[in-house]
C-alpha cells in the first residue's frame, strides 16, 4: 500500500475514516506525514484511541502529530491539505457515498494532491467502492500489486489505490 503513496510525503495529512482504536494512525506515524487524523464515531473506541496514542513510543516515529476526531464520517470536513485517506472495512454504501462527496467536493473548492487507499476483507465493499471513485471523475487508478500476506490474520486484504486528477 505504502508503494503506492508520494515519495514525499511531508506536507501530507493522512485520514483514517473509521480509525477504531487507532491500529492504522500508530502504524502510519512510521512515515513522514505533516499530521495524522482518525476519525471515529463510537466513544468508547474514540477514548481507547487516545490512550494508546498517549502512551505509544515508538522509536522508529516520524510523525508525532496524531488526533482523533470523535466525528461521524459524513460530517467531517478535510484538511486543506495534500491529502492520503484510508479506508479499512469501515461502513455502508451509503455513508460511503456522503464521505467521497465530501472529499470530491473539498477537492474541487481547493484543487490539492488527493491519495486514496480503500482496503476491504470481511466483506466484498470494494467491489461496489472502486468503482464509485472512479465515477466520481476525480481520481485514476494506481496500479498496485495484490497484497501477498495477512493483515488482519483473518485473510489476504484486497485493496485499491487511486490517485486525483
Ligand atoms: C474495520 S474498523 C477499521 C479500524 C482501523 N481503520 C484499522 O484499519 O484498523 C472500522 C471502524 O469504522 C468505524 N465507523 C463505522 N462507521 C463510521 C462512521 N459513520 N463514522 C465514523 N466511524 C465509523 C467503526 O466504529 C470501526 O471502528
Known amino acids: 500500500m505504502m508503494g503506492c503513496l508520494p515519495a514525499d510525503l511531508q506536507n501530507y495529512t493522512f485520514v483514517d475514516f473509521g480509525s477504531g482504536k487507532s491500529r492504522t494512525v500508530l502504524l502510519a506515524s512510521r512515515y513522514g506525514f505533516d499530521k495524522i487524523i482518525g476519525v471515529e464515531f463510537a466513544k468508547e473506541l474514540v477514548d481507547c484511541a487516545r490512550t494508546n496514542i498517549g502512551r505509544f513510543k515508538g522509536e522508529w516515529q516520524?510523525?508525532?502529530?496524531?488526533?482523533?476526531?470523535?466525528?461521524?464520517?459524513?460530517?467531517?470536513?478535510?484538511?486543506?491539505?495534500?491529502?492520503?485517506?484510508?479506508?479499512?472495512?469501515?461502513?455502508?454504501?451509503e455513508v460511503f457515498d456522503t464521505v467521497l462527496h465530501n472529499i470530491v467536493a473539498s477537492l474541487t473548492m481547493k484543487k490539492r494532491a488527493c491519495t486514496i487507499i480503500y482496503g476491504s476483507s470481511s466483506h466484498d465493499s470494494i467491489d461496489w467502492a472502486a468503482p464509485a471513485i472512479l465515477a466520481s471523475g476525480h481520481f485514476e487508478t494506481i496500479a498496485a500489486e495484490p497484497m501477498p500476506m495477512f493483515l488482519d490474520s483473518v485473510r489476504t486484504i484486497r485493496f485499491a489505490a487511486f490517485r486525483s486528477l
Do not use: S
Open 62 to 93: 516520524k510523525c508525532r502529530d496524531l488526533e482523533i476526531v470523535e466525528a461521524d464520517a459524513a460530517e467531517f470536513v478535510a484538511p486543506e491539505t495534500p491529502l492520503v485517506i484510508f479506508f479499512y472495512n469501515p461502513f455502508t454504501r
